[in-house]
């Protein structure tokens, strides 16, 4: 018999089997396993309760430790073997092996031997063996149902035979895998974003006050701090000795006093200049805002020990770099915009301020990954069990079915048929054909079936998983084929050919000689085939939901080979020319890749002018040569682009007597009397630009010894003009502004090489190449889902020193019982799978997963899929190790697994088997039955009557031709 059809028929529960042995008590041990599941290491608690509960004097390890517990071990081992034992036989043998003990006082000692058997099932395989304590537990559970009553043949045997039901407590472990850390909600994260915003912008401004006050305080409130004294920076610019403030008599005539030496000395003067050993009096630190306080204190600072270059230093790097989390922040609260309410939108903007900047890739390239289903989760449970089925069938008989055609001739006339064949350079051939394939038909047929299969098989495995019975979906399929079939619908190829020769068939019906009309009756023939289920084993399965099982394949697709990774997809750079500044130029041209672009203007320029002369000679007694007057002017050029803001001026001078000067910076005018020496002056200008007139003239009162020496110098600060700031920002544009359309360009490109390659590579992909792909990603996304993990860790190679790879002995030796129990465990090939539509998947890959164009709609499912339900079929003697990983994530040990002939050995025959589907022992399921195949054949009736047909005994039969 020929086999047309696999699939995988799912055993509905049994309603009213016979229970399995609980392992649930109310136990102390069973409340601590219970506490510790719910605690946030629940796996590592409860094997830590097992340990202790193992090494303590409850664990059964021996069968005399309970009461008559060698007689209970006996009446196990006699039942188990005995298949021709009565209900009586049985219950006779229990009460003796009890020996009329009652139940509650065997109580303690069952309990014992259950939380004994969960001890060793969370320890396994390096703890106690429970073997003895699991047949005390079945013999325990003989008891308590012959004791009620409630004994029955086949209770007896699911109590020797059933796996022992775990508690609840140990299967909630499942639920207990370690999560990733919780993502926030996005108003959540908007809310953490703000608060982080709103603290780097308080801290800029108090770093920004504390800037200002440092700067801001003269020399008679600073200090210079050296060698454990402290003076004042006045007193280092002070020239002139107490004596010289008011004329004396014969001072003419005196000797010209030296110059202190501390004020020209030239290390003290540079250190005060660079404020380097200078701090604050105890006046400016008392006059330091609240503002600047907190943040020297944020600095760990002290304003009264601190010099003021240290303070400055560290206060201005934390300022810049406060500066720059405030950009980050608000590029991170921009992304937002698009998804908080109005009120939310408003209260970004207004906080965010000149801060805001656009980003320079676009947002939507990241989305955050989800942690959890809203509102419910659900664990990895058994779906059930299923048996593969496989029907086959073989054709019983040929059957007439409809007319097919009627031929007629009156008395006296021939009905000639002929059919010519003319061979020339070309003829025309017509070839009919009819879909015959009945595997094909029917594998179809049971594909498409949408209210009968729940899963579908991946490639060559075991066909369409189905709910209905065998026979019920056997039927239904064939009968689907058969009415499909019936119709006849032919394929019609037409090839045309020319040719000389001609060639004549006739087919002639002659009725001359009749008295009456001939009639020509014909009859399609049908294909009677006889069908059978058959099963070839058993297979426990279990249900997983995996998301996107196309993921991998589609980056890899979006990375062609020596390529990398798809660069970000660029942001659209919007921001208008006047809104650049020194605080995000470097950003956008940075982020743009823009090159070329030079940084905005300084914000100062200082340009300086130098006055001095001395006397032609200072210790002359005539004031024509002791005594210095100076006038001169020039005309100071201003950089291009910048204006004259703002000025400084210091003199130092020498002298007898009091003395005059008077300086010109562009329209302001500083008249200068009195002790001036040393000290700074300073003002605004009217924002001269190009150049500014500076002059000076210095001179005593004529009559007494004045001016010796003099040196002002004068510090002009410009700032760039409106007109310089605004050809930079739109020199800077449009730098940035075509280095933003670069990056698209090269974005658009790589996007359309890569969509190109992904073509091609789809293109050469075979049928088989498709169908192993698909298996091997749900493989690879069903075993993420099943251990919490994403592959790591499973590098086992390492490098020599010519970059030769070759396998770590120990890293493979760790992982290769994982990878083999994985392998084996489940039967790979036969995985069955059902694609869930796009939007279960990433918003991210929605438009692409629409857009694709596939021809073979299996694939195309696989590649637009947000989510795929993936059925796992356990390979038998697999069943209690793989539910035992579920519930404690232990797997087997390599011995274990290459324990010849022990429950988990997979030989190679069997492997090779299961690869080329080769078929076990089959067992025929039901009755076999019958169903119609349409052909081509024609066949003529014997008499001329139409046929009739009757219903008999259910099926409609013809009557036979008159004289058959």
Not at 607 to 620: C, I, R
Not at 758 to 786: F, G, M, N, S, Y
Not at 835 to 860: I, N
Not at 879 to 891: K, M, P, S, W
Request: charged share 25%; net charge negative.
């Amino acid at each position: 018999m020929d086999s047309i059809l696999t699939f995988v028929a799912l055993r509905p529960p049994v309603q009213g089997a016979p229970p399995a042995p609980r392992l649930a008590d109310g136990t102390a041990f069973q409340q601590e396993l219970a506490h510790a599941v719910d605690g946030p290491t629940a796996a590592a608690d409860a094997v830590a309760a097992a340990r202790a509960f193992a090494d303590g004097v409850r664990f059964v390890a021996r069968a005399d430790q309970v009461n008559r517990g060698p007689e209970l071990v006996s009446l196990v081992e006699k039942l188990t073997g005995d298949d021709a034992r009565t209900l009586a036989q049985v219950t006779s043998a229990v009460r003796a092996a009890i020996g009329g003990i009652p139940a509650a006082d065997w109580a303690e000692d069952a309990g014992k031997a259950k939380d004994s058997v969960l001890a060793g099932y969370l320890l396994e395989p390096d703890g106690p063996s429970a073997a003895l304590a699991v047949t005390l537990v079945r013999a325990y559970a003989l008891a308590e149902a012959v004791s009620a009553g409630v004994a029955s043949v086949a209770g007896i045997d699911s109590l020797l035979a059933a796996p022992l039901l775990l508690p609840d407590t140990l299967i909630r472990l499942r639920d207990t895998a370690p999560v990733a850390a919780e993502t926030p909600s996005p108003e959540a994260a908007v809310t953490e974003l703000l608060h982080r915003f709103a603290a780097a912008r308080d801290e800029h401004a108090r770093l920004g006050q504390a800037l200002t006050d440092l700067d801001s305080h003269d020399e008679d409130e600073l200090l210079l701090s050296e060698l454990g004294e402290q003076r004042p920076l006045a007193d280092l610019y002070r020239t002139r000795s107490a004596r010289a403030a008011a004329p004396r008599e014969n001072d003419h005539n005196r000797p010209k006093p030296t110059p202190d030496e501390d004020a020209f000395g030239s290390s003290p003067l540079r250190r005060a200049a660079s404020r380097s050993n200078v701090v604050l009096s105890d006046t400016a630190v008392r006059l330091l805002s609240t503002p600047a306080q907190e943040a020297l204190r944020s600095l760990e600072l002290d304003p009264a020990t601190s010099a003021v270059r240290d303070m400055q230093l560290a206060v201005r790097a934390r300022h810049d770099a406060a500066g720059q989390d405030l950009r980050t922040l608000s590029i991170q609260l921009g992304t937002h915009l698009g998804t908080v309410d109005d009120r939310t939108h408003h209260l970004i903007s207004e906080l965010i301020g000149k801060w805001k900047v656009d980003p320079v890739d676009d947002p939507a390239g990241t989305e955050p990954v989800a942690t959890a289903a809203p509102g419910a989760h659900t664990a990895v449970t058994p779906l059930g069990v299923a048996d593969l089925h496989v029907v086959r069938t073989h054709l019983s008989r040929y059957e007439r079915g409809e007319v097919a055609s009627l031929e007629n001739a009156l008395p006296g006339e021939k009905l000639t048929h002929t059919v010519s064949q003319i061979d020339e350079t070309e003829t025309t051939n017509t070839t009919e054909t009819e879909q015959t394939d009945l595997r094909s038909l029917a594998q179809t047929a049971a594909e498409q079936s949408s209210g009968k299969t729940t899963a579908q098989a991946v490639g060559s495995g075991r066909g369409p998983l189905t709910s209905d019975g065998p026979e019920t979906f056997s039927r239904t399929v064939t009968d689907a084929v058969s009415s499909s079939s019936t119709n006849r619908t032919r394929n019609t190829a037409v090839q045309r050919m020319l040719r000389r020769t001609e060639q004549a068939q006739e087919h002639l019906i002659d009725n001359a000689a009749g008295a009456g009309p001939r009639l020509g009756v014909y009859q399609w023939l049908d294909k009677i085939y006889q069908a059978q289920v058959f099963s070839y084993g058993t297979r426990l399965l279990y249900d997983v939901i995996v998301p996107e099982p196309a993921a991998l394949f589609r980056e890899a697709l979006a990375r062609p080979r020596g390529e990398g990774v798809l660069p970000s997809k660029p942001a659209r750079f919007t921001v208008p020319a006047d809104t650049l500044g020194p605080e995000n130029w470097s950003y956008y041209a940075t982020g743009h890749q823009a090159s070329g672009v030079e940084a905005p203007p300084q914000a100062q320029i200082i340009v300086t002018e130098n006055f001095g002369g001395k006397a032609a000679d200072p210790f002359s007694g005539e004031l024509n040569a002791n005594n210095l007057e100076l006038g001169e002017s020039r005309s100071t050029r201003v950089p291009k682009g910048f204006k004259a803001t703002t000025y400084r001026l210091v003199a130092l001078a020498s002298g007898w007597t009091a003395f005059r000067l008077r300086v010109v910076i562009g329209s302001k005018r500083v008249a200068i009397d009195g002790d001036w020496s040393g000290k700074v002056f300073t003002g605004r200008l009217d924002g001269e630009v190009e150049s500014l007139p500076v002059g000076l003239i210095a001179d005593g009162d004529g009559v007494s010894p004045g001016l010796s020496t003099l040196a002002v110098a004068i510090e002009i600060i410009c700032e760039p003009t409106e007109a310089a700031i605004a050809a930079w920002q739109t020199k800077a544009h449009g730098l940035i502004l075509a280095a933003n359309q670069q990056r698209f360009a090269d974005y658009e490109e790589r996007v359309a090489n890569r969509d190109a390659t992904a073509r091609l590579t789809l293109r050469d992909l075979t049928p088989e190449a498709k169908t192993r792909l698909i298996r091997t990603e749900l493989q690879r996304t069903v075993l993420a889902v099943l251990t919490g993990q994403n592959f790591s860790t499973f590098n086992a190679l390492r490098f020599d020193g010519l970059g030769f790879p070759y396998p770590d002995a120990t890293a493979t030796l760790a992982l290769s019982a994982y990878i083999r129990f994985f392998e084996q465990a489940v039967e790979w090939d036969h995985l069955e799978c059902a694609f869930f539509p796009y939007f279960w998947g990433s918003r991210s890959s929605w438009v692409s997963k629409l857009l694709t164009r596939v021809a073979d709609p299996r694939f195309a499912a696989f590649l637009g899929a947000g989510a795929a339900r993936v059925v796992l079929p356990i390979r038998p003697g697999y069943e209690i190790a793989f539910e035992r990983f579920l519930n404690t994530g232990t797997t087997p040990s390599t011995t274990e697994l290459l324990d010849v002939g022990g429950p988990l050995w997979v030989s190679l025959i069997a492997e090779l088997r299961a690869q080329g589907a080769a078929p076990d022992s089959e067992k025929p399921v039901g009755a076999p039955w019958e169903f119609r195949l349409a052909s081509d054949l024609v066949r003529a009736r014997r008499d001329d009557r139409l046929p009739t047909w009757t219903l008999t005994a259910g099926d409609w039969v013809e009557k036979p031709d008159a004289g058959s």
